[in-house]
């Protein structure tokens, strides 16, 4: 680790993505720790994959489990992108142990009074997170900011809602108006970022068992997008662009935006609403938007890092 890489919490619901994510933040940041949330599985199924995922890379990091549910609604998972562990298509390891403690939220809280400075990621619904603010609104001042991966103007989830955001928007909604520097990656930026098939090919290439692994993970991932989606050339690997946001600034387009999230709509429960009017009235920015990554780049980061542990 180097004392100029940010420190971070990844708050986290792996998640093939998310299991990215983790691998990115190992490489450029200083974890302080992993947190996981129920999202694109049961919390036993993605607190399972993330201890996993942290095991491959041999990251020196505590995995603390938090939220089973959302604050008020039912949980729901995303099993038709992720399969039903969460991480479908590699033969896994065993977890080398439990996780440290299932109080994600006051790791959250102690983790960053302890630390001053350092960046929560949220890469699933923001249900710790939002726990976290509330219980302890002095982490406002205490933290850099939030880089968190979801809503923008479309949906996937619905036609109008992103997955992260849809499974917990009264958390959600917490996190895009508690006051501190946030940066959104949304979907417009996340589907610049496909896992093509040469891209999925420059993993396999690779030596090892986290390489092997990853190229399992990445060809499930993938065909669940390609089965689904009209012309897509290979999954949306969303999450982590909200860790190279902070780590590759450079590869982003970035605008300022207020956002806001929809938490009472019928048809438009977890819309993030950006403000785009041109009119003086518009309230001033909460959030830097990103809307363009340099897609090419981006991957080179993901494959350095994945090489960085295979051995
Ligand atoms: C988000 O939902 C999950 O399926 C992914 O892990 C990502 O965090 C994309 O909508
Ligand atoms: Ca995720």
Redesign the pocket.
């Known amino acids: 680790m180097s004392s100029d890489q940010p420190s971070i919490i990844l708050d986290c619901?792996p998640?093939?993505?998310?299991a990215i994510a983790i691998i990115v933040a190992a490489r450029h940041t200083n974890v302080l720790g992993l947190t996981t949330v129920a999202?694109?599985a049961p919390l036993s199924a993605t607190t399972r994959n993330a201890i996993i995922v942290r095991d491959l890379l041999g990251l020196d990091a505590p995995v603390h489990s938090g939220a089973e549910r959302p604050l008020i609604r039912e949980p729901k998972h995303?099993d038709y992108?992720?399969g039903k562990s969460g991480m479908d298509g590699a033969d896994l390891p065993e977890p080398s142990g439990p996780p440290a403690s299932t109080d994600a939220v006051g790791f959250i809280i102690d983790t960053c009074r302890a630390n001053e400075g350092a960046w929560l990621v949220p890469?699933?619904p923001m249900t710790n997170i939002g726990l976290a603010l509330r219980a302890a609104p002095d982490l406002k001042d205490r933290i850099a900011g939030i880089s968190l991966?979801?809503g923008g103007t479309f949906g996937?989830?619905t036609a109008a809602a992103?997955?992260?955001i849809w499974c917990d928007p009264e958390a959600a909604d917490i996190v895009f108006s508690y006051g501190g520097p946030l940066i959104m990656s949304g979907?417009d930026l996340?589907h610049q970022f496909q896992a093509l098939p040469p891209r999925i090919e420059m993993v396999r290439a690779l030596p090892g068992q986290l390489a092997h692994v990853l190229a399992g993970l990445l060809d499930f991932f993938s065909h669940t997008y390609t089965s689904r989606h009209h012309g897509i050339g290979g999954a949306?690997v969303?999450?982590p662009l909200a860790v190279m946001a902070l780590t590759h600034p450079h590869l982003f387009t970035v605008k300022n935006a207020h956002v806001e999230v929809e938490t009472d709509g019928v048809r438009t429960l977890g819309m993030t609403i950006i403000d785009q009017r041109d009119l003086k009235e518009v309230p001033p920015g909460n959030c830097e938007w990103q809307t363009h990554v340099d897609a090419d780049a981006a991957w080179d980061v993901v494959v350095e890092a994945i090489a960085h542990f295979s051995h």
Not at 15 to 18: I, Y
């Open positions: 619901d998640g093939h993505d998310d999202g694109n995303a992108v992720h890469t699933g991966m979801g996937n989830r992103e997955f992260n979907l996340t949306a969303h999450d």
